[in-house]
């Protein structure tokens, strides 16, 4: 369906494609998350495949870059990473904030923030989604603190 968008608004199948691989990575990652460790190798191999695919086709598609960095950060914090973690999540920030992608901004800082437990992050997450009128992750960056007693 995608592939038919991109033809019938002639825009490249990159284009169309690359929010739509986020997502299955976002969803593969929430599978390996919330799964015992049985299922947790599966999906994360099925994670590190749709990462990657979501880091090729923001390439082509630059305004999805960020958000397939902070998924790949993700990956690593899961794969027991957190120092590959944390230089995906810096890209990540450093990407939206250069493209003016508040949100993108935001969700970097969250990951950092909540897993790095580093307060500052979740700060500025907190900020930039009160900002933004992002009510459901300004509830989770506001959770995250509550449960933070980082630096």
């Known amino acids: 369906m995608s592939q038919r968008i991109g033809v019938e608004h002639n825009v490249g199948g990159n284009v169309a494609t690359a929010p739509l691989i986020n997502n299955l990575a976002k969803?593969?990652?929430?599978?390996?998350?919330q799964s015992e460790k049985i299922e947790r190798a599966s999906w994360l191999r099925k994670?590190?495949?749709?990462?990657?695919?979501?880091l090729k086709q923001s390439e082509a598609c630059r305004p999805v870059m960020p958000e397939a960095m902070c998924l790949q950060g993700i990956y690593e914090w899961l794969r027991g990473k957190p120092a590959a973690a944390r230089r995906w999540w810096q890209k990540s920030l450093v990407e939206a904030e250069r493209m003016g992608?508040?949100?993108d901004a935001g969700m970097a800082h969250f990951e950092m923030g909540k897993r790095l437990n580093e307060r500052a992050h979740l700060e500025k997450a907190e900020a930039i989604f009160a900002e933004i009128g992002a009510e459901w992750d300004l509830a989770r960056a506001r959770e995250a603190l509550g449960k933070n007693k980082g630096r």
Do not use: I
């Open 101 to 103: 992608l508040r949100y």
């Open 47 to 54: 994670s590190g495949r749709a990462c990657l695919a979501a």
């Open 27 to 33: 969803a593969y990652l929430l599978g390996a998350e």
